[in-house]
């Protein structure tokens, strides 16, 4: 059986290299038994995450939302304006990137903010009340651009909020989407919001007449998450959408990809629904495509009706060293939706080391453990063979896993039986 396998990945690699995935049925059944015999090397529960330093004391598991009453308001104000006249329409967002203000001048320019990066416009009652979640790991200079670019925006549109930045300990590989999944659950301990915006730092409105409001209820009376970035400067302001062809977890007409990352809102419900991000994407990409995924399989659509007055800059910065591709993703995102029950916010692991709620922004520095020694053999093989920028087709991605995996497991096996 594997021996034909590898005949017949080596004839459509040789003779059908396709340039493009294409929904060919023998090459998709070929496809489909690739990833079955990948499935069956992976152990689901230790693919990704090493928690072998852990004890189990130290560590936070899961999700669990303290969730006060709502406040009762004694002397209850009018709805704020859904278009408070205070807004300014197109914004300047071409800073140079290199010199952000400094911490207290942003302070001063936001007066009215309380310890925590809160909010509440005192005027009236505010619409929405929402949690910005944002992923973050070293990047203090976007940081402080952002910081000083939302809060003047999400004041104007009168909106409650707090910003919480989820702060990745150094050690391990970014991983973005665990990031989000903790910051959903510390703010989610924290207080009751309508909804969670998950938020890039690097992302700036260029418009504050888009608007950071929650999820509405839509005509089936559910409502949908919300995709804010779909249009950004660095992509040309091209709404981004794609097939996954053969790496299609699902049937090739339903497997459309619309982009999904930079800015997302969900309510506290949808985003339990689809169990939150996965944990398991170590380093760049494809995170963002396993959420639609989860939306999508629970029968969300994304709600891209802002798209008129919606767009982002985003701050220059290269292609990480610091993050590189993750040479898995593929093969992840194949197979999302297996995981999708298991590997999420009720699957969640970490470690608290520090919770500060300072003037501009609560701080949550997290120690989120390390991806398994799988990942880092399959990395190192990656850039033997080619170099750091692993740019390939999902076709090719699966095929080449099919082929190292074997030798990867021979060579520990061997390793075992030296006794090393
Ligand atoms: C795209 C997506 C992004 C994410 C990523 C793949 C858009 C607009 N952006 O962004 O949401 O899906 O692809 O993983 O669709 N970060 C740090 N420190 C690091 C690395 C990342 O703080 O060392 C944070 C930061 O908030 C950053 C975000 O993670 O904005 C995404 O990383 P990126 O900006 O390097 O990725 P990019 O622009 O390719
Ligand atoms: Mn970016």
Redesign the pocket.
Known sequence: MLGLLTFQVTYYVVFFKPKEDTPYPALQRLVTNVDAFLWSRFDISTLTEDLSDWTDSDAVSGFEPVSPLPEVDISPKDFCPLLPPELQGELFVQFDPEFPPAYDVIAKANKHLSFGGRYKPPQCSPRYKLAII??????EK?LFWFLSHIHPILQRQMLEYAIYVVNQAPGAL?N?GKLMNVGFAEASKRDRYDCYVFH????LAENDMCLYHCPEFAEEARSNPKHL?VS?DKFKYEALHYELGLCSPVPYQASEMQ?F??VAIFTEDQFISVNGFSNSYWG?????DDLFLRTWRKGYKIDRSHMNECSFH?LP?D??T??PKSPMRYVLLKQSLLRQNTDGLNSLKYRLLNKTEGLLYTNITVDIAKPSDKVFELMDLMKEEFGTESQFSCFEALVWMYNRLPTLEATKSKDKASGL
């Open positions: 944002v992923p973050y790991r070293d990047r976007q970014f973005r890039d730092v690097d992302l970035s950004v982009v990352g930079g760049w990409g494809a995170e963002d985003m910065h292609q990480e610091k993050n």
